[in-house]
């Protein structure tokens, strides 16, 4: 599985939730992509003022801070498929 996550550089909340999810990318196997948004217009634009944003494909499983509770329970239901 892969999760992304859109991603400032000079972001602090970006940084802590991408440090914060090597737990669960190490327990659920999963890769992280990261997505510098200033990178991309049309994903700055999109994404702009909720960036960190974590996604699964199309699927926002959080934005500003870690949910933990929302990413476990979406992890669980994606390894049950």
Do not use: S
Not at 19 to 28: F, G, I, K, R, V
Not at 42 to 61: C, F, R, S
């Amino acid at each position: 599985m892969k999760l992304t996550l859109m991603f400032r550089t000079y972001c602090g909340l970006c940084h802590q939730m991408r440090d914060a999810l090597q737990p669960y990318l190490a327990e659920y196997r999963a890769e992280l992509e990261i997505v510098e948004i200033d990178d991309f217009p049309d994903l700055e634009a999109k994404y702009n003022e909720l960036v960190p944003v974590l996604l699964h494909g199309e699927h926002e499983i959080c934005h500003w801070h870690l949910d933990e509770a929302a990413l476990r329970a979406y992890l669980e239901a994606q390894a049950a498929h």
